[in-house]
């Protein structure tokens, strides 16, 4: 085998006006397929189990690696992230460090402007109103990540069967199927009317084929493919009109919309070589003209802004009242807090005409606690913990009818549609790119 992973992917990648002239120097299909060391004919030796395994470690498996699934506790960390989560949370750290913090007890003062404490007996169990806030939070936030973890387990085992497909080849002289993730480079496919392409490749013995390439370069035209103008044929794109067959010559990440896919993945990197010194089986960094790397920074940050994950109508919801009662709960606490230090001033300053003792700073944290419980009490811990477990409630009733649901809040956001338009293949789409901005 004479081909590199690297002279394929180029070859591929070939302009359409040179493809000809650069398949021709090639020696044609017929040339790139003895530089393989395949047949047109009978395609590969499926009884020859030693020259499988040498093309699968040459030029790579037709599998995409798929992204990294997250773990249980980057679940429950993104769940941590949701406005209430932190409100409580900072509440009920608050509420504990003063329940342990400041000793229990009543204070009084009396005519002279003395501080007395009075231990009435009874354990100190101011802390188990931050510990309950907390507790609350923990239960929220693994409740949701549970949930998500299994439903993304369930996805990616629905994802391995679907993509499973069998591939109609030819092997040995004869027409076989084999899985989609066993095709190898060198092997002939065979093109139908329908199919969605495994993989890249190059075209022969073709009868008015025509391809739909706008998955993969918005081509909204049916492109006409024939092995001599037009013989490259993209993973990804679907056979239309007529029939043929193809020499697969790019696999999995190696092929374009492997390509594509790693780069979407943030798998994709620079090479370590310099544009002078290019290798036969990497790319040469090109760089954008008129564009500096902030530039650049600064749009793939507006980019990952703009791909966030929108908020559903409950979650907005929640979040107005979370900073609803937030606020109200700040602005009665602050009155609470005001009142009892003028209070306490006057009464003890104006009436009683007392002198100020140290003692007196154990009052105003007193009142200072008291406003504090007054913010705590006035967050409802409890609403977030009951929409989290009405919503997996509703998850798992819907798992029962073989209905999966990725997350949560998709429910009541379908809950809240109240018109669906639709055709009869469930896009409504003209299958037409246009610009919608652009920049000079």
């Not at 990648?13 to 395949?38: F, H, I, N, S, Y």
């Not at 392409?197 to 739909?212: H, M």
């Not at 006057?346 to 140290?358: G, H, L, M, R, Y």
């Not at 073989?402 to 379908?414: K, W």
Request: overall charge negative; hydrophobic content about 45%; glycine content about 8%.
């Amino acid at each position: 085998m004479k081909l590199l992973v690297g002279d394929l992917i180029r070859l591929v990648e070939t302009p359409k006006e040179r493809a000809a002239e650069t398949l021709a120097a090639l020696g044609g299909v017929e040339g790139v397929a003895a530089a393989l060391d395949v047949s047109l004919e009978s395609g590969l030796d499926g009884s020859n189990a030693a020259d499988l395994t040498l093309r699968e470690q040459t030029y790579g498996k037709n599998y995409i690696e798929p992204e990294k699934p997250s773990t249980i506790f980057e679940l429950m960390w993104e769940a941590f992230k949701d406005l209430t989560i932190i409100v409580l949370s900072v509440a009920g750290i608050i509420s504990l460090i003063l329940g342990l913090a400041i000793p229990h007890g009543s204070t009084t003062t009396n005519k002279n402007g003395t501080v007395t404490k009075s231990d009435d007996g009874e354990p100190n169990t101011a802390w188990i109103e931050g510990v309950s806030i907390l507790f609350a939070v923990m239960i929220v936030t693994l409740v949701t990540a549970v949930n998500d973890y299994q439903k993304e387990k369930q996805f990616r085992a629905l994802n391995a069967v679907k993509e499973d497909e069998k591939i109609k080849v030819i092997r040995n002289g004869v027409p076989a199927e084999v899985s989609k993730f066993n095709l190898l480079v060198g092997d002939i496919v065979r093109v139908d009317l329908g199919d969605i392409l495994p993989a890249d490749g190059l075209v022969f013995d073709e009868s008015d084929l025509k391809i739909d390439e706008s998955a993969m370069t918005g081509e909204s035209f049916l492109l006409s493919k024939n092995r001599t103008e037009a013989p490259f044929l993209l993973s990804g794109t679907k056979v239309m009109e007529g029939i043929g067959k193809m020499l697969v010559v790019c696999v999995g990440e190696s092929s374009q919309a492997g390509i594509i896919s790693k780069l979407i993945m943030g798998k994709g990197s620079k090479p370590a070589h310099t544009p002078e010194e290019p290798t036969s089986d990497e790319y040469v960094a090109v760089v954008t003209p008129n564009h500096d790397e902030a530039m650049l920074e600064e749009s793939r940050k507006s980019a990952a802004t703009e791909s966030d994950d929108p908020v559903s109508p409950l979650q907005g919801k929640l979040d107005s009242l979370t900073l609803l009662i937030g606020k109200l709960g700040l602005a009665a606490s602050i009155i609470v807090f005001l009142g009892l230090v003028l209070r306490f001033s006057i009464e003890t300053f104006a009436i009683d005409k007392s002198d100020w003792d140290n003692g007196y700073f154990k009052n105003y944290l007193d009142f200072f606690i008291i406003g504090i419980t007054v913010l705590v009490v006035a967050i409802p811990e409890g609403l977030p913990l009951a929409v989290t477990i009405a919503l997996a409630f509703s998850v798992k009733k819907m798992l029962k009818d073989n209905n999966l649901v990725r997350h949560l809040d998709a429910c009541e956001t379908m809950g809240s549609a109240t018109t669906i338009c639709s055709d009869k293949t469930g896009t409504l789409t003209t299958n037409r790119m246009t610009v919608v901005e652009c920049y000079v």
